[in-house]
């Protein structure tokens, strides 16, 4: 089965959103993030799809084995999202607003190893862009505690 074979079959099995995933606590300066933790691939294909709402606190941690150009799009996903494109050091990189149920491909300016998405709005509303930092242990220096969080 092709990758783009076993990601539509994922896709269409999956019935519910996925809420049992592990999760880490985040900060972004005062502001505190509970973020669920989508680490293996199949976790990360479903990420927050059909979740219905989210908490403003709350958003999903997509972690990647190497840093590579992450692109992100939104089928089945029903919340309208921001990505954070963010650094190995917790820098975000760039922010992406995303569409609900759309096909449009948002992509990191260049390659990263996280990308954490919340609520459409959530950085903007607490003034974070793109050079602002993340703090947590995922960001913590050590590839291993990062893939590990």
Known sequence: ???LGL???LASAQEAPQLGLPRVELTAG???IEAQVARSPS???????LRRDMPAHEGMLF?????GVQCFWMKNTLLPLTAAFVADDGTIVNLAD???????????????????EMNRGWFQQRGLKAGARLAGVPFSG???????P
């Open 30 to 32: 005062m502001h505190r």
């Open 1 to 3: 089965m092709t990758a």
């Open 142 to 148: 050590s590839p291993q505690r990062a893939a590990r």
């Open 63 to 67: 972690v990647f084995e190497q840093p």
């Open 43 to 49: 976790e990360r294909q479903v990420g927050l799809m």
């Open 98 to 116: 995303m569409q609900p149920q759309t096909e449009d491909s948002h992509c990191s300016a260049k390659p990263v190893r996280y990308v954490l």
């Open 7 to 9: 990601a539509c079959s």
